[in-house]
């Protein structure tokens, strides 16, 4: 083997080698881990999403912050009361510690009328979504309170202005935009506003979706409804 | 009058910071912790930062014979799972205050905390634990990690 293929073949490693590290520390929990640690399926593919940005059951950053939803150390003391290194240890406990916090975020929006975002498009970056409860609680992780990005982006609409971004000039705007999409309802409470079926007139409703995709006959059904009971 | 005012304030604010940035340490040292607090010793935070009751307030401070710059960070309603309110506060020998950065910055790692005790480290975290925030760029900004805040008044 040359010099200069032993050279290239190193260097291809050592790329393979860095992909792969970053690739692991960046990961985050998979839907299928966090459901084995108790986030209703329905639920898991949000908490997935939240997880791929912040890290993994054992991992903490380098700023102390704390496993697969990276607790930060203000956080962690008010969800949780055993050591750090308990708290890494136990997949069970984080996922009811972020659950905890995500619906204590979700009120804490609301109370600050962050939620009257719902329904409204947001575009930035040359991408657009309409903002929906995911949306809103992935933001939430600039601040979902009074002086929040979320609350100065509400006041202002401007996803450009200074006071909507964070230190590293990421705007809140895209994080509304990363995380639209998902059903959150395990954390707010309601009913999943992740991609509603749209009716496109009065009593129009698609019926290739859900119950009305499969009607149970009459003679199955507990309660059935005539046109006149309507 | 406010054009000597503010241009005489602005002047002050760029001697604290370049005295500060000259210093061998550009590194805010801990100054103390208030914790379960319904008021701010420090006098930084007050009214609604307080409405969710109790909160915890962080201080670190960099003097230099100009005065005192105080980063006081407060953990409170406002916090994030990873961030929290945080201002950069000029204290002037005389005892006048003007807010020079007020954002959401990463949470601080309490000094001491036996919860994070004999953890091992890398050395970033054990940086960042000892020194959250630094003066960088001739004192024009305020680093958190990797959070970068400009110094308003710091003649940029």
Redesign the interface.
């Known amino acids: 083997m040359s010099a200069l293929s032993r050279i290239q073949r190193a260097l291809f490693n050592g790329g393979i080698a860095l992909s792969l590290t970053a690739t692991l520390a960046l990961a985050g929990e998979s839907a299928a881990n966090l459901i084995a640690a108790g986030i209703p399926a329905n639920c898991a593919p949000f908490a997935a999403k939240v997880s791929a940005s912040e890290g993994n059951f054992g991992t ?1 950053n ?4 704390l496993g697969a ?10 969800y949780y009361s ?4 308990s708290f890494l240890n136990d997949p069970r406990a984080q996922v009811a510690a972020w659950t905890k ?1 995500e619906s204590d ?1 979700w009120s ?1 929006a609301e109370r600050n009328g962050l939620t009257s975002l719902v329904g409204q498009q947001v575009c930035h970056g040359g991408r657009c979504a309409t903002i929906d409860q995911s949306s809103i609680l992935f933001a ?10 979320l609350a100065n982006y509400a006041a202002s609409g401007d996803c450009n202005a200074r006071n909507v971004k ?3 000039l990421v705007s809140v705007c895209s994080y509304m935009i990363k995380g639209a999409g998902y059903d959150a309802s395990c954390f707010t409470g309601g009913t999943s506003t992740a991609c509603p079926p749209t009716p496109s007139g009065p009593g129009d409703y698609p019926t290739s979706i859900g119950i009305a995709a499969n009607p149970p006959s009459a003679s199955d059904a507990s309660v059935v409804v005539g046109p006149m009971d309507v | 009058m406010r054009i000597l005012r503010s241009a005489v304030a602005r002047s002050l604010v760029s001697l604290l910071i370049a005295s500060s940035a000259a210093a061998a340490e550009t590194n805010f040292a801990f100054k103390a912790s208030h914790r379960d607090v319904t008021a701010d010793p420090d006098g930084i935070w007050a009214g ?1 930062a307080f409405a969710g009751g109790k909160v ?1 307030i962080f201080a670190y401070e960099l003097r230099s014979t100009s005065g005192t710059l105080l980063v006081s960070q407060i ?1 409170n ?9 945080t201002r950069l506060v000029r204290i002037e020998p005389g005892g006048r205050r003007s807010v020079l950065v007020d ?8 000094p001491n ?4 005790a ?2 091992p ?2 050395a ?2 054990v940086e ?2 000892r020194h959250p925030f630094r003066l960088s760029d001739g004192g024009k900004k305020l680093l ?6 400009e110094i308003e008044g710091s003649g940029r």
């Open positions: 903490s380098q700023f102390g912050c939803f990276q607790f930060c150390p203000g956080t962690f003391e008010r055993g050591s750090a290194q916090y975020e804490k939430c992780q600039f601040g979902c309170g009074k002086g929040g990005k964070d230190g590293n | 609604d915890s953990w309603e406002e916090c994030s799972s990873s961030v929290c309110p954002d959401m910055m990463h949470q601080i790692v309490p905390d036996p919860r994070f004999g953890r480290g890398t970033q975290q960042f634990e958190n990690g990797d959070f970068s805040f």
